[in-house]
């Protein structure tokens, strides 16, 4: 026996009437999970606390300044007024051609290494480079960034340079997604495949793709908040202060035009523009806490449509 | 055995996955249109035998083959075009395998692999199949419900027919009825014992009296190594032609 003894004295009898009765040494290991749940519960409310917090005092600080004008203005006065039309243009431009960038690379290079590389130096070579430019700092981005795309390529600091250096950015964690999208097929899928004839592609292209497409989906659209929220990246790269476009114009910027971003904007006029209306920069942080979670509430929804149709 | 057609003939195979010897030097030949059980206990060997006829061992990481493998005097390696290789082959599984679609295009996924598109051909095919496998009766009317909803027994004789779908003639069988009851069990055996006439079958079984009822000749392997290849009046006689044979067959070890 590998319990003390000592607790075993009153251990029920078979056949008496309390068999089930608690014996001390029970008692004791009820009161320790009850500690123990109690803990556990008590650090994952912790962990949501920060994001109420910030959510609302954002939102509470960003109040007077909050309209429908001030997304569809542009910025006026220095920036001391108007709206934000012009960097949440630039920003949506940055994200969409980043995106169109790196989701395909990412997506095509997780099929590659989850369903046909072998494992060999090269192999692990890859994933290396992967794992490490996942933990390359955003300024270092921005550096090469500037380096590569605006210098030795002669694209200028223009959206492009800007977009390009936020699909390296966010490169490897699609890859990493999709990889474990991927994954999440059985095997025995692609081996009964495999058994009748069918080549590796035409297994991954009706079986394996069509049953991970809205986990990749999910990694990529979660891929937006990164997108939009880094300012290192597009500082050096393409993004400018000041930019003159059209009122309500979609298409305002050209490829290798320079754009406002929001990210850009909030950094500036915080740090470098006096004697801006205070609800300013909270309006700014709204809109961008406001698409973080609005694009996350979207790959939730995804996530449990698609969960709902699991087909094995 | 003069003058049997030997449909596939292993010569001198040996098989590593990594360091460790899966298969010691094993020689047999098929003979056409025969019931061969391969009988033995786990980690035997049985299993890669068969994924190195069809050449699926290629998918296995640091697996190494050495010997010849010859299906119809071709040498398996020599081949060029392996799809129709392991089109000729059908290979059913220990565990159910529903593929994720419908039951229809469970059952003619291997002929669209192949190129066929015609649907009315497809639908000749996959009704003749899912006849074969015995399991037309129970799908016809929901053709179009997802293949891994099925039942165990059903998912089995699903994949029977996903394996019979493009016409191989040798049928390779991995311990099929462990996963499903006994009476799929016995509809399965029945449906094999009318197969033989029109393809070779190789049938990987734990169960010696599975392999008493159904085969021509067995052959027991042990450890990588093959023990004694026979014809079942040999095997399950008094005297077979080795010790370790007749033990295993009355059931002393293993």
Redesign the interface.
């Known amino acids: 026996m590998d319990y003390p003894s000592k607790t075993m004295k009153q251990e029920p009898v078979r056949g008496s009437e309390n068999l089930f009765a608690q014996t001390p040494f029970v008692r004791r290991k009820k009161r320790t999970e009850w500690v123990a749940r109690s803990v556990f519960l008590l650090m994952a409310l912790l962990m949501v606390c920060p994001l109420i917090f910030i959510v609302c005092y954002l939102f509470y600080k960003a109040l007077p300044i909050l309209s429908l004008d001030f997304l569809l203005a542009n910025p006026a006065r220095g920036m001391r007024a108007g709206g934000i039309w012009a960097p949440f243009v630039g920003t949506i431009y940055l994200i969409v051609i980043s995106l169109l960038v790196s989701a395909p690379i990412g997506v095509l290079a997780a099929i590659y290494l989850n369903e046909y590389a072998?494992?060999n130096w090269l192999t692990r070579f890859i994933n290396l480079a992967v794992v490490n430019l996942a933990g390359v700092p955003s300024i270092v981005h921005a550096l090469f960034g500037l380096g590569a795309f605006v210098l030795f390529a002669q694209m200028g600091r223009s959206v492009l340079a800007a977009s390009l250096t936020l699909a390296i950015m966010t490169l490897p964690v699609i890859i990493a997604s999709t990889r474990e999208s991927l994954g999440s097929v059985p095997m025995?899928?692609r081996?009964?495949?495999?058994?009748?004839?069918?080549?590796r592609w035409?297994t991954i292209r009706?079986?394996v793709l069509p049953?991970s497409v809205s986990g990749i989906l999910t990694g990529i659209i979660l891929q937006v908040s990164r997108a939009a929220g880094e300012t290192a990246p597009i500082m050096f790269t393409g993004a400018v202060f000041y930019k003159a476009i059209p009122e309500g114009a979609i298409f305002a910027y050209g490829l290798f035009d320079q754009c406002m971003a929001l990210s850009m904007h909030l950094f500036t006029i915080t740090t470098q523009v006096p004697g801006v209306p205070e609800a300013l920069p909270y309006g700014i942080a709204i809109v961008l806490v406001g698409t973080v979670l609005l694009v996350n509430a979207v790959s939730i929804v995804f996530r449990v449509a698609f969960r709902s149709r699991k087909?094995? | 055995m003069q003058g049997v057609a030997k449909k596939i003939q292993i010569s001198a195979l040996r098989v590593w996955y990594g360091k460790k010897e899966a298969i010691r030097g094993i020689s047999l030949d098929v003979h056409e249109h025969e019931i061969l059980a391969v009988i033995g206990p786990a980690q035997s060997g049985k299993t890669t035998l068969l994924k190195v006829i069809?050449r699926?061992i290629e998918?296995i990481?640091?697996a190494r083959v050495e010997g010849t493998v010859k299906v119809d005097d071709v040498n398996v390696k020599d081949v060029k075009n392996v799809?129709?290789?392991?089109?000729k082959i059908?290979?059913v599984?220990p565990?159910p395998?529903?593929?994720?679609?419908s039951v229809y295009d469970n059952v003619a996924?291997?002929p669209r692999?192949?190129g066929l598109r015609n649907r009315s051909e497809l639908d000749g095919i996959v009704e003749r199949s899912l006849r074969q496998a015995a399991l037309w009766d129970e799908v016809k009317d929901r053709l179009k419900s997802?293949g891994?909803k099925l039942s165990g027994g059903q998912q089995q004789r699903l994949?029977i027919a996903?394996?019979l779908?493009?016409e191989p003639e040798i049928l390779c069988l991995d311990e099929f009825s462990i996963a499903i009851d006994p009476v799929t069990t016995m509809r399965i055996e029945d449906v094999l014992k009318e197969l033989r006439s029109q393809m070779t079958i190789i049938l990987v079984t734990n169960l010696v009296h599975q392999a008493r009822r159904l085969a021509n000749r067995t052959a027991f392997l042990y450890n990588g190594e093959l023990i004694e290849i026979d014809s079942n009046a040999v095997i399950f006689s008094d005297s077979p032609a080795s010790r370790m044979t007749y033990d295993y067959v009355t059931g002393s070890f293993g």
């Open positions: 072998r494992d025995a899928f081996e009964a495949c495999w058994n009748v004839g069918a080549t035409q009706q079986i049953n087909k094995w | 069809n699926t998918f990481p640091r799809y129709q290789l392991r089109r059908g290979m599984f565990m395998v529903g593929l994720p679609l996924f291997a692999a192949a997802l891994t994949t996903r394996a779908s493009h």
